[in-house]
């Protein structure tokens, strides 16, 4: 499985990006891709899942309605679009993967990607 996140850069708040997550090696059906971010001094936060399997799409809290994950399964992409963005935002932003059962995100991870950054100014 590999995976690699890519898409990230600078925005001023209010601004927008999107992050891609290419990956490849696993059957797709029985998967989820995950986007986490890490601000620096701060642990790794969960961002937004989708499965495969049934296309379930959950957000944290905090991303609801600015983030919006979808998948190109023509391209082999994870994209995550983040609108009115905001400094708080600003992370190293990583996709991983895991199998996943319908309807559900993984708890964990076992995959990961290298990380993009986001950089947010006020």
């Known amino acids: 499985v590999q995976l690699q996140a890519s898409g990230g850069g600078l925005a001023q708040a209010g601004g927008h990006l999107t992050l891609s997550c290419a990956y490849s090696g696993f059957i797709l059906d029985y998967y989820a891709i995950g986007w986490f971010r890490q601000a620096p001094g701060k642990e790794r936060e969960w961002v937004s899942c989708?499965?495969?399997?049934?296309?379930?799409?959950r957000y944290a809290d905090s991303m609801k309605g600015r983030f919006t994950i979808s998948r190109d399964n023509a391209k082999n992409t994870v994209s995550l679009q983040m609108n009115d963005l905001k400094p708080e935002d600003t992370a190293v932003y990583y996709c991983?993967?895991?199998?996943?059962?319908?309807?559900?995100?993984?708890?964990?991870?076992?995959?990961w990607g290298r990380g993009t950054q986001v950089t947010v100014s006020s």
């Open positions: 989708i499965v495969f399997s049934d296309n379930t799409i």
């Open positions: 991983a993967a895991n199998s996943a059962d319908p309807g559900f995100c993984p708890y964990q991870y076992n995959y």
